[in-house]
């Protein structure tokens, strides 16, 4: 037998299992690569997940918000709403399951079935943080998860198996063919150039050995002969070239996600500074909208100090400014605690709305116990001032609640978000009248009769929700703007026995006041609220009202209401 052909005998079958080797050890180097990627990838997405939910829940720890459900509830939105912004691809999912299995969160529309969530949660048990194979969704996933114990959630990272694998299973068949390319050609070549042909497979094989060493994808071979091996050299370079590349963009993905993130999240402390949070939400989720202009039902609240021109005359300037700032901070609080959001700052005046752009559904009802509470934690600001011997503030409240233009208002330059019509400016003047009417808090009748469907549909809610509240009609008035009188009330949660009797006792008398017109009795209703509450101001003036009515009968005309002049 020839030299040769005992080269080929000998040669041949241990070239070809060198190359079938070598093939087999490119495709598990480069599938373990690519594998370990995409584990990386999966793993660092999920890690920052892990982050955002921890700071989300050290904010609400940091403000003292972690007992209140509506805080809780807005850190679990803001978990969601990043993991959304985070998937990269349709077969993408991330969700949360609680402990019993049951699906709390989800990026897509995608269900998880009872016998799925409850095989979920023991594997998650079972293998906490390890990448697992397993139904979800009606679908084979690669998922790793983790367990966030302020939600008692199990959040997981998931991906189609079939997509998770698609690489691999790509190289696979990619290197089945090299393989056997290269096979053929050995057995060609190596009757001829036997010789020649060991260089370039030495390179070649070298140079994978060096990736299995190093998991370089930078490594290239240099493609010496025009021929098979260099067709096997150039293969090689475009597989390695290929799988550098996917690298390079996964990385690339990765990062500007994590830039869009942080952008957004400057942009968001940025602005909601200056911007409601609700009209922020609204403009990321619809930017092409733009919030124009439409009609809403909402309530909008005017808030001022009383006499503050005084007030301010009489403190430094700095003085001034650090009251202020506390003024403001307690107050707004009990807003945004509210669902309200704070229009405008007039001077040391404040106007705030309920229901826009995100109805809520007991508006009406959350901006009367705003301005309740807003008295409250005043007497506990003046009380700071009393200590520290500053003046203390007094400040007086009008709501009114109806439909109101709402939106992006001004000029190309500068816009605010804010609310214009008859209905805002009624509420001014509700403010206005706490002044003539020695009240703390007005409502109008819009309120009122809103605020009554509210109660009546939520029922124990609403009491639960702040106390009983207790209504005390005042008069009927006619403010500027206004063709027709208008009904004006105070608002209390907690009446001392006297003061349930005088009000009952007044809204009684009102009854008698107007419509019936029946002056001597009201007269003497109101007399007997005077008697229960000593020297009240409004009992007192309608009593003299209707003396004086006796006399003076009103035409027949008259709508029971008086003109009043308010700012």
Request: aromatic content about 10%.
């Amino acid at each position: 037998m020839s030299i040769r052909n005992k080269i080929i005998w000998v040669v041949v079958p241990l070239l070809i299992t060198t190359l079938v080797l070598a093939g087999v050890s490119s495709y598990f180097s480069a599938a373990n690569g690519i594998t370990r990627i995409a584990r990386e990838f999966f793993g660092f997405k999920l890690s920052e997940l892990q982050k955002y939910a921890d700071n989300q829940w050290a904010l609400l720890l940091e403000n003292g918000y972690a007992e209140r459900p509506e805080m809780v509830s807005a850190a679990e939105k803001a978990v969601e709403i990043y993991a959304r912004s985070i998937i990269l691809s349709e077969s993408e999912l991330i969700f949360a399951l609680d402990s019993g299995g049951a699906p709390v969160m989800s990026t897509s529309e995608t269900e998880i079935s009872p016998a799925e969530g409850a095989a979920l949660i023991n594997l998650f048990e079972e293998k906490d943080e390890e990448l697992i194979t397993a139904a979800a969704g009606g679908k084979e996933r690669v998922i790793r998860a983790f367990y966030f114990p302020p939600f008692q959630w199990w959040i997981a990272l998931t991906e189609e198996k079939r997509t998770f694998y698609q690489d691999v299973e790509r190289i696979t068949v990619q290197t089945a063919v090299m393989t056997a390319a290269a096979s053929a050609a050995a057995v060609l070549l190596l009757v001829f150039f036997s010789r020649i042909l060991t260089r370039p497979l030495v390179r070649v094989v070298k140079a994978m050995q060096g990736i299995i060493e190093t998991s370089d994808l930078s490594s290239r071979v240099e493609v010496a002969y025009n021929d098979e091996t260099g067709r096997l050299a150039h293969t090689f370079n475009i597989m390695t070239g290929g799988l550098e590349n996917a690298y390079r963009q996964i990385k690339r993905h990765a990062f500007d996600a994590i830039l869009a993130q942080k952008k957004e999240q400057r942009i968001r402390q940025i602005f909601q500074k200056y911007v409601p949070q609700d009209v922020i939400n609204e403009s990321f989720k619809n930017p092409e909208q733009l919030l124009p202009g439409k009609n809403m039902e909402l309530a909008v609240l005017f808030s001022d100090i009383r006499s503050f021109t005084t007030i301010s005359e009489g403190m430094r300037p700095d003085d001034l400014v650090e009251s202020l700032n506390r003024y403001f901070s307690s107050q707004v609080n009990v807003i945004y605690k509210r669902n309200g959001i704070v229009d405008k700052y007039i001077g040391d005046a404040i106007m705030a709305l309920w229901g826009a752009p995100v109805k809520h559904g007991d508006d009406a009802l959350q901006s009367v116990l705003s301005g309740l509470e807003m008295i409250g934690v005043l007497n506990v600001f003046n009380g700071d001032q009393k200590k520290l011997g500053k003046k203390e503030f007094r400040i007086g409240i009008g709501i009114n609640y109806g439909e109101v233009t709402v939106g992006n208002i001004g000029a190309e330059q500068k816009r605010d978000y804010t609310v214009i019509g008859d209905n805002v400016n009624l509420a001014s003047r509700m403010e206005g009248l706490t002044k003539t009417y020695h009240s703390e808090l007005l409502i109008s009748e819009f309120l009122y009769t809103e605020l009554k469907k509210q109660i009546q549909a939520e029922g124990n809610a609403a009491d639960e929700n702040g106390g009983k509240l207790r209504f005390r009609h005042l008069d009927n008035v006619k403010v500027k703007g206004k063709n027709r009188g208008v009904k004006i009330y105070t608002v209390k949660q907690n009446l001392s026995p006297a003061e349930e009797k005088a009000w009952s006792m007044h809204n009684s008398a009102m009854e008698l006041y107007y419509p019936r017109r029946v002056f001597a009795e009201a007269a003497a209703a109101f007399r007997e609220t005077l008697a229960l509450l000593p020297g009240d101001y409004n009992a007192g003036i309608l009593e003299r009202r209707c003396r004086d009515y006796l006399s003076n009968p009103p035409p027949e005309d008259w709508d029971g209401a008086e003109v009043m002049h308010t700012k």
